[in-house]
């Protein structure tokens, strides 16, 4: 499938959640009118129980220009998060912006008392990852990390095998994938804005898919490698975006997880080749094939594969690919935040979990830079 129309799937909503409009709504604010916020307006908009009140960008004019193509009216415009926060009483946010501002966006908002709806990825580094952490647990507020893939069913199917104990007990786990050409233009490619490339593009959706089926044990160490020959070429990117190319567009890591788990890891925008290989989990008893895409942004090739013996024979279990029924995945994932804040659950999309995620991928950039193997050190929240 193409990588656009992959990605367009996250922009499709079958159905209209049921959920009652009657009573106080959530009052809801957008920090970041680019792309991803299409989808965020577009879900919000689905759901009864919420009115969006305030949209944030730094570009001047352009939260105007976007509340105004979605249709949405009395939406009061700020020129950044920080005075949106300032004059209104929110009870939520989403934060769409690229991915150097979703730390300093998400800790302000939670420090406000509003619960925050923050864009994968979760951030650039793990030192930004804690302090956001910290803050949802200063403010006692619903933080939830936009994974939709979490929503897909096929992604449920996988955590479903694993932890339903037919693969028994898992050691060894490759992961990744990606496209042969497929770098992303606008915000994603520099280091001010985007911060981190593939890794924190796809790379993300990649290790939540296998760590949250496992789980997520703590990751313990990392050695990584990085590079950018594709877009930093002019062979293969323009010349204005190679000029401005840096950050990474290829991938890899040998990742240790607690419970001797290995994690064997890569991800890429650009190569020569199709695919850097399925997603194989390997157990005691079982193997899982989850087959690659040739644009990896979690969702899945083709049926998994489930290799066992049985009666002592070596055989496979095909399990077919799952369709998505009901709303569609953007509006599970702002469902599940939204109920979250109004019923007192827990977060649908944890920090608890994606602050492992977030630690790997500065991990491979850490080890990347150092030559060599790193240990990964979280400190106490
Ligand atoms: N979940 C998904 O399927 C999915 C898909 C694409 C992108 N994303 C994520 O969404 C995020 C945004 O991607 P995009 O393509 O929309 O980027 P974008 O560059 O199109 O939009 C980001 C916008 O945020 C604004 N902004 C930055 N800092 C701000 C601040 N402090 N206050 C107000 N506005 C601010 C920018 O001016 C820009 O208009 C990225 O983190 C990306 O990884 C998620």
Not at 17 to 39: C, D, N, R, Y
Not at 62 to 82: I, L, N, Q, S, T
Not at 142 to 163: A, C, H, T, Y
Not at 279 to 304: A, H, V, Y
């Amino acid at each position: 499938m193409a990588g656009d129309a992959v990605l367009s799937q996250f922009k499709q909503a079958e159905e209209v959640a049921v959920v009652s409009g009657e009573g106080k709504k959530l009052k809801v604010g957008i920090i970041g009118t680019g792309w991803i916020a299409e989808s965020h307006i577009d879900s919000y908009k689905r759901m009864p129980d919420v009115e969006i009140v305030a949209a944030a960008d730094l570009i001047p004019g352009k939260a105007e220009k976007f509340c105004k193509r979605f249709g949405v009216e009395g939406v009061r415009c700020y020129p950044d998060h920080k005075s949106m926060l300032e004059n209104e009483e929110l009870d939520a946010v989403s934060v769409c912006t690229y991915n150097t501002q979703h730390a300093v966006c998400t800790i302000d908002a939670l420090d406000k008392g509003v619960n925050v709806l923050l864009e994968k990825p979760m951030c650039v580094t793990t030192e930004e990852a804690v302090e956001i952490c910290r803050a949802e647990k200063r403010s006692g507020k619903v933080l939830s990390i936009g994974f939709q893939p979490r929503f897909d069913e096929n992604m449920k199917m996988v955590k479903k095998v694993v932890e339903s104990g037919e693969l028994g007990e898992i050691y060894y786990i490759q992961t990744g994938g990606g496209r042969r050409r497929g770098i992303p233009g606008s915000t994603f490619i520099e280091k001010s804005t985007g911060g981190i490339g593939a890794l924190g593009d796809i790379g993300c959706y990649s290790l939540d898919m296998v760590l949250n089926a496992i789980g997520y044990p703590k990751p313990l160490t990392v050695s990584g490698y990085v590079s950018d020959f594709f877009g930093k070429s002019t062979k293969y990117s323009s010349a204005s975006d190679a000029a401005r190319f840096s950050v990474d567009d290829f991938a890899a890591a040998f990742v240790r997880l607690e419970g001797g788990i290995i994690l064997d890891f890569r991800i890429s925008w650009a190569m020569h080749c199709d695919t850097p290989g399925d997603t194989i989990i390997l157990g005691k008893e079982g193997g899982l094939r989850i087959p690659s895409t040739d644009c990896w942004n979690g969702s899945i090739g083709g049926p998994l594969v489930i290799y066992h013996d049985v009666a002592g024979k070596q055989v496979e279990t095909v399990i077919p690919v799952q369709q998505n029924r009901g709303p569609g995945l953007f509006d599970q994932k702002i469902r599940s935040f939204l109920d979250a804040i109004k019923n007192g659950t827990p977060s649908p999309v944890p920090s608890s979990q994606i602050i492992y995620n977030q630690a790997i991928i500065d991990g491979i950039n850490l080890s990347a830079k150092a030559g060599k193997e790193v240990e990964i050190e979280i400190p106490e929240i």
